[in-house]
Structure formats: structure tokens, C-alpha cells
């Protein structure tokens, strides 16, 4: 009899795993994740417009107390292709929000996800993880995550981004979908394939024809930066073309009528084109004469709306067959 016991019990253990796995193989999977810290509930508290330009590197403290200030207290949304919710508990520790929510979203399919799109349109705060912006053209660009993101700028939701984050938000946006460049590379030709530059991603205000560069001086973007703009002059896709390199440890907070003041501890770069360059061709190095440089640190301020800074060093910049020049000692 105690054989019979066991043999049951062995095979009702068998049928309930069985019908586990069923149930398993049932539920769909989601082509995304989904973090929440904090309330599940919808809240709808009023925003403030503004935009956070973060350099990459160690995160600008400063710059997320600002944003969430702005967004009322509400849902802070943080997106990325790849990672985790590393932002969930370090945003909800620096004020106080409704909810912090990350959303991995590494395709497509993902990026067109009722929910994904929902929750982006619903937030009071939008943040662009730093990662590949190759991913985030390929993957968000003509989605509704695209449309949410502009459903946002309409409400006049902040938003933010940081290295790869940063690197979409000017209208021109340097994809890096063939692999990056370095400044010496792109000197020597512009139009090296891997100098990849789109519009009509995200369009947010006061970055009309501009586009954004981070880990500036960590990495030595100047020169890449001189290419893109003269690319942008020369392909027609600005005039005038603007640029902004910001420092690693560094933010740019733009408030809602285009001023913008520093935080962290690294200096930003507005970078402006002057007039056709003399050289910008296939296969040629870059001569591109007096690009109007000025440089902001914490304490300085820059009007995006007529270009022009207080606090901070004005100077021009210059490339010469692929090799840079500049009128102080320092090309930055």
C-alpha cells in the first residue's frame, strides 16, 4: 500500500509540473522589461518644460534634482536598449516622485509595444540612458516610441539625456550606426562612412540644426565635431550649423525659453558654423576656417535663442588640411 501512496503522489507531482509548464509556455513574453519603483498609479501633476544635456560619465546629481523638480513630482521615465533599472532607486533617492520606471526596449517590436508607448506618453519625466545610439536609431526611430517622445515635448514634459542619450537629442543626430569616429579620422574626410548624421528622430526646442557631442574633452571630440558641422553646412541639412560638445561630469539644464545653466564639474561647448567650408569633400581632410567657439562652465550661462553667452570664453576654431587650430592656446 506504501508503494501505491508514493507512485501517486510521484505521478500528481509529475501532472502539476506538467501543467506548470503548460502554463509557462501559455504566457506571453514581452518584448521589452519593465522596472517600477514606487506607485503603479497614473498621476497627472503639472510640468514644467526644460532639457537636461548630460556629457556621460558619473551622473550630474544636480541635474536630476532639476528635472524632477520640473516634473511635478510625477512619473520619471527612464529608457535604454540594454542594462537594467540601475537608475530606478539612485532617481528616487534625489526628490520626490510618484514613481521611477526603466523600460528596456532592445528592438522594434518592443519599441511599438501598447504598453511601452502608453508609459512613455504618461510620464513627467523622460530620461535616455546613456548605451549605443546606433541601437536607439535603429530601434526607436519611426516607432511609437518616437511619437510618445514628441507626445512629451508637446505636453511640455523635461526631458533628458546622457551620453548615447545626449547624442539624439539635437536635430541632427550623429548615429554611430557604421561604428564611431574619432576627431583625426574625421578630419581627414568627412565624409567617412562611418560619419553618419539624420534628422527627423527627436525635435526638441531651441536644438533647430544642432547636433550634440558628449565625453568631450575625455575623448578629444572637438575635431569630429568641427567635421560634423561642416558636413551639416555642406550637405545642406543646417544653416546656420551649431553644434554642442559637452564635458564628461557635466549638464546642461535649458529652461523653457532657451537659457542654460551648467552643472557638475567639466565645461560645455557651443560651437557655431561660419559660412561654406573652403574644403569639404570625399576623400579630402577638412579646411573649415573661424567656427565660433564658447565655452561655459558652472557659473556661466548661454541663450540658445540668440547664441550667445555670459560668464564664459568666446573663440574661434579653425581646420586646415584635417589639422586644428585655435585662437587662445587651446582648441578647448
Not at 509556455?25 to 521589452?32: E, N, S
Not at 530606478?88 to 504598453?115: H, M, Q
Request: aromatic residues 8%.
Amino acid at each position: 500500500m506504501r508503494v501505491r501512496v508514493v507512485v501517486f503522489l510521484a505521478a500528481s507531482c509529475l501532472a502539476l509540473a506538467s501543467i506548470a509548464s503548460l502554463d509557462a509556455a501559455k504566457k506571453p513574453r514581452t518584448p521589452y522589461s519593465y522596472y517600477l519603483t514606487g506607485s503603479a498609479a497614473d498621476v497627472t501633476p503639472p510640468t514644467s518644460a526644460g532639457t537636461v544635456l548630460m556629457g556621460g560619465g558619473t551622473d550630474v546629481d544636480d541635474a536630476f534634482r532639476w528635472q524632477i523638480a520640473r516634473s511635478g513630482g510625477g512619473d520619471f521615465v527612464v529608457i535604454r536598449a540594454t542594462g537594467t533599472n540601475g537608475y530606478n532607486k539612485y532617481i528616487n533617492r534625489l526628490g520626490t516622485v510618484d514613481s521611477v520606471e526603466t523600460l528596456v526596449i532592445p528592438s522594434i517590436d518592443a519599441a511599438n509595444d501598447p504598453f511601452v508607448i502608453t508609459t512613455i506618453a504618461n510620464a513627467e519625466a523622460l530620461f535616455i540612458a546613456g548605451g549605443d545610439q546606433a541601437d536607439y536609431r535603429n530601434y526607436w526611430k519611426d516607432t511609437g516610441v518616437e511619437g510618445a517622445i514628441a507626445s512629451l515635448v508637446a505636453r511640455g514634459v523635461p526631458i533628458g539625456g546622457t551620453s548615447a542619450g545626449l547624442a539624439i537629442l539635437g536635430e541632427i543626430a550623429y548615429t554611430a550606426v557604421n561604428g564611431t569616429i574619432t576627431s583625426s579620422e574625421a578630419l581627414a574626410n568627412p565624409y567617412d562612412t562611418r560619419v553618419t548624421l539624420e534628422t527627423g528622430f527627436v525635435a526638441l526646442p531651441f536644438l533647430a540644426g544642432t547636433v550634440t557631442d558628449s565625453h568631450f574633452v575625455e575623448r578629444d571630440r572637438m575635431g569630429r565635431t568641427v567635421a560634423f558641422v561642416a558636413r551639416n553646412v555642406q550637405d545642406g541639412l543646417a544653416s546656420p550649423a551649431r553644434a554642442i560638445g559637452i564635458d564628461s561630469l557635466t549638464a546642461l539644464l535649458v529652461d523653457g525659453d532657451g537659457t542654460v545653466s551648467v552643472v557638475g564639474s567639466g565645461a560645455a561647448y557651443f560651437i557655431a558654423s561660419a559660412g561654406v567650408p573652403t574644403v569639404c569633400a570625399p576623400g579630402l581632410p577638412l579646411t573649415y576656417a573661424n567656427l565660433g567657439v564658447y565655452r561655459v562652465s558652472a557659473g556661466a550661462t548661454f541663450d540658445l535663442v540668440s547664441w550667445t553667452g555670459a560668464g564664459g570664453t568666446p573663440y574661434t576654431i579653425s581646420a586646415q588640411a584635417g589639422a586644428l587650430s585655435s585662437s587662445i592656446a587651446t582648441v578647448y
